[in-house]
């Protein structure tokens, strides 16, 4: 479904991403992990077209993100770690707005069921400028949502989510595995990572240190994905 190979980034004399390659396969929740600096950031802007590699190739679905990459986005939803909004729109708008925009048809119907599953049916009609952080947080996962993409990245995603929200986003990316979408998750929550992910890709200084299945992590090594992670980059 996705393909990294051999793909650099140098930022002048910085090499961010040294030369890795990588799969996502369809219906599989990839988590993309390591220590701030490590390089995921830049990664994610790559695939998703924000950043082009110094070297290496890209494919979404047999598509090249470099050479298609109007294409390629069409299929890609992306929430940034530091993520944007129009704060003179209200929620409604918002999504209505990111509806149109991706030429989705009939979203009223899922405007209302997202608001009320994320709590915001009370507070979507209202501008975004009045949300709280966590609020703009789940607006953003639900503008994500309702394109129906190939593939989601999401950047921190919890970042900002009360408990109860975190839960169902949990719930909800198991849903969209479930319907084949793919998606990829960078986050420094461990404990989330090992729960919900099939696939666990370890970045240190650019390079990746590890790449393996989730259920594998105990029955090769014996240890827990915390373990792992942390003999990996100490």
Do not use: W
């Amino acid at each position: 479904m996705l393909e990294i190979v051999n793909v650099t980034k140098k930022f002048e004399d910085k090499i961010a991403v040294n030369n890795i390659s990588f799969k996502i396969e369809e219906s599989e929740i990839f988590a993309l992990l390591g220590p701030n600096g490590a390089g995921k950031t830049t990664t994610v802007k790559m695939i998703a077209g924000l950043l082009l590699p110094t070297s290496g190739n890209i494919y979404l679905s047999g598509i090249d993100v470099v050479k298609k990459p109007l294409e390629a986005k069409r299929m890609i939803s992306y929430i940034p770690d530091e993520p944007f909004i129009y704060p003179n729109l209200t929620g409604r708008e918002f999504l209505s707005f990111i509806s149109e925009i991706y030429g989705i048809d009939n979203y009223d119907d899922q405007i209302s069921e997202l608001s009320e599953y994320f709590g915001l049916s009370q507070d979507i009609d209202k501008l975004l400028v009045t949300y709280s952080h966590g609020m703009k947080q789940k607006i953003l996962i639900a503008s994500a949502i309702i394109r129906k993409p190939k593939l989601m990245i999401f950047d921190e995603p919890t970042v900002g989510l009360d408990p109860i929200s975190v839960k169902k986003f949990k719930v909800y990316l198991q849903r969209l595995k479930e319907n084949g979408t793919s998606i990829l998750i960078c986050t420094h929550i461990l404990e989330m990572a090992e729960k919900i992910c099939d696939r666990v890709c370890v970045l240190n200084n650019g390079k990746i240190v590890y790449n393996n299945l989730v259920k594998n992590i105990y029955l090769d090594l014996n240890k827990n994905l915390e373990d792992l992670f942390f003999n990996l980059v100490e």
